[in-house]
């Protein structure tokens, strides 16, 4: 498989399976500059949409791929470096990949752009929309999500009020908690009325299980996420470990694909393993020489170890 420019993985993803990442904007170029984001600080915070990569050599590199063989996959993500929707033709990214395959398209947002008509617009052809929201008052958003100083929770909240009227796709709403930020009775409280007014399809309750960027950023045990699902009610789920072994793909550059990866995100050997459909064993052979030769390193985090570019 040749290496890419735009495209990732296919890498594992609790929620979407076997997920081929679609990197719309470069890193680290977001509207917000989270706690918790695991592929480090943002470095340019703005609110401007442009082309930041051309649509054309985006769906070229989706065209060769699929024609490379794209049966185990289950979802085409656009997601990546930062905040997807700040790509001013994300519409003609999804169209272009609608008319190549009919592979389902996952838009995996912060949802803080959806207070502009346009942005609503152009995730219309979406299949699935996981947008996030993790705080709903402006303290606890301010704290966690470090947003620019032109997006307001209210802002954000009324974008998915509205998107949910017009989307007739599925809208996962992903919420990320960290001990002591966002997690409060009241936080959570008020949570909930904001939920029954977006209703969303499904909730996706998620912690800090990733390396973060700040180290205040730390997760809750597995008894709070199951008090907090519990409150939720039946549509709430705490995201679980992607858990399928697809069969083997055939010849590769193994150590390319690892680097690509790793390029775009922290993982685990047993995340790596997964996503890219290869045993721990097998993985192991690679991962060692990658170490040695400085190009990877690993960083403990909870109890497992995660690997990253140094
Ligand atoms: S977690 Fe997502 S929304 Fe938050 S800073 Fe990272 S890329 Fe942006």
């Known amino acids: 498989m040749k290496a890419h420019k735009y495209l990732y993985g296919p890498v594992p993803s609790r929620r979407l399976g076997r997920s081929l990442g679609i990197d719309l904007v470069p890193h680290k170029i977001c509207t917000y ?18 082309e930041y990569a051309p649509v054309k050599e985006i769906l070229e590199e989706v065209r060769s791929f699929l024609k490379e063989g794209s049966s185990s996959v289950d979802h085409l993500s656009l997601s990546g470096s930062g905040e997807p929707t700040l790509h001013s033709q994300i519409r003609s990214v ?18 803080s752009l959806l207070y502009d008509k346009e942005v609503r617009q152009d995730l219309l052809r979406a299949d699935i929309v996981l947008p ?8 606890v958003f301010m704290k966690i ?39 409060s009775k009241e936080e959570l409280v008020r949570m909930k009325k904001v939920i029954d007014r977006i209703q969303p399809d499904l909730i996706h309750l ?3 299980v990733r390396p973060p960027s700040e180290k205040l950023a730390v997760p809750l045990n597995q008894k709070e996420m199951e008090e907090i699902k519990a409150f939720f009610g039946k549509s709430a789920s705490i995201i ?20 690509e990866i790793l390029k775009r995100r922290p993982l685990s050997a047993s995340d790596l393993s997964k996503g890219m459909g290869i045993s721990k064993d097998e993985l192991d052979r690679y991962i060692k ?13 909870g109890d497992s170890i995660y690997y990253e570019i140094k």
């Open 94 to 111: 999804i169209e272009g990949i609608k008319a190549l395959t009919s592979i389902p398209i996952a838009v995996i947002t912060n949802g």
């Open 33 to 50: 500059d989270c706690i918790y984001c695991q592929i480090g600080n943002t470095t340019e915070k703005t609110l401007v949409r442009k």
């Open 240 to 259: 679980s470990e992607f858990d399928r072994h697809p069969p083997m793909v055939s010849e590769r550059d193994i150590n390319q694909e690892i680097l």
């Open 206 to 208: 998620n912690t800090v």
């Open 145 to 183: 999500n470090r947003p620019h100083p032109g997006i307001s929770v209210e802002k954000v909240i009324e974008g998915l009020v509205e998107f949910r009227k017009a989307f007739k796709g599925q809208i996962w709403l992903e919420i990320l908690f960290c001990k002591g930020v966002n997690d």
């Open 289 to 301: 020489p990658l170490v040695e030769e400085g190009k990877i390193q690993s960083r403990l985090f």
């Open 132 to 139: 996030s929201l993790d705080a709903v008052s402006a303290e």
